[in-house]
């Protein structure tokens, strides 16, 4: 904000509107427009997250469920209420990279997780619709 004027341009474009110039002195006052993020929901971990996909489908729809993966292997499934559906130990040596999305030809959700060290691994697969086996 410069002189009750909120800037909604360049510095130059509102001097210039003010009709001041650049030998004025302004004082120049900033304000937040939005508070700090707060945390709604905190899960607690024994290992460090690596990565985190949500579950991603071509219709424009909200993610419903999402996956954790460690740095210990393991990859967890969770719900949009961050309730822990599954658990896979040791999927991979760290889990570097994930996708986990709805194939409408297979009618189920799919997860591809991959890893690099030691050895470059890449992991297809399928949730079943009761989240027990996966």
């Given at each position: 904000?410069?002189?009750?004027?909120?800037?909604?341009?360049?510095?130059?474009?509102?001097?210039?509107?003010?009709?001041?110039?650049?030998?004025?002195?302004?004082?120049?006052?900033?304000?937040?427009?939005?508070?700090?993020?707060?945390?709604?929901?905190?899960?607690?971990?024994?290992?460090?997250?690596?990565?985190?996909?949500?579950?991603?489908?071509?219709?424009?729809?909200?993610?419903?469920?999402?996956?954790?993966?460690?740095?210990?292997g393991d990859i967890k499934?969770?719900?949009?209420?961050?309730?822990?559906?599954?658990?896979?130990?040791?999927?991979?040596?760290?889990?570097?990279?994930?996708?986990?999305?709805?194939?409408?030809?297979?009618?189920?959700?799919?997860?591809?997780?991959?890893?690099?060290?030691?050895?470059?691994?890449?992991?297809?697969?399928?949730?079943?619709?009761?989240?027990?086996?996966?």
């Amino acid at each position: 904000m410069v002189d009750n004027t909120f800037l909604s341009s360049t510095i130059s474009e509102l001097l210039d509107r003010l009709s001041k110039s650049n030998e004025h002195t302004i004082e120049v006052y900033y304000l937040f427009a939005l508070e700090k993020p707060k945390p709604k929901h905190t899960s607690p971990q024994d290992e460090w997250v690596s990565l985190i996909a949500p579950l991603t489908h071509f219709v424009n729809e909200k993610a419903k469920s999402y996956v954790a993966g460690f740095m210990n292997g393991d990859i967890k499934l969770f719900d949009n209420k961050h309730s822990e559906l599954l658990k896979v130990s040791s999927m991979h040596e760290a889990v570097s990279c994930a996708l986990y999305f709805k194939s409408d030809a297979l009618g189920c959700n799919v997860l591809v997780s991959g890893s690099e060290a030691p050895a470059p691994t890449l992991v297809f697969s399928q949730i079943s619709d009761d989240r027990k086996d996966l």
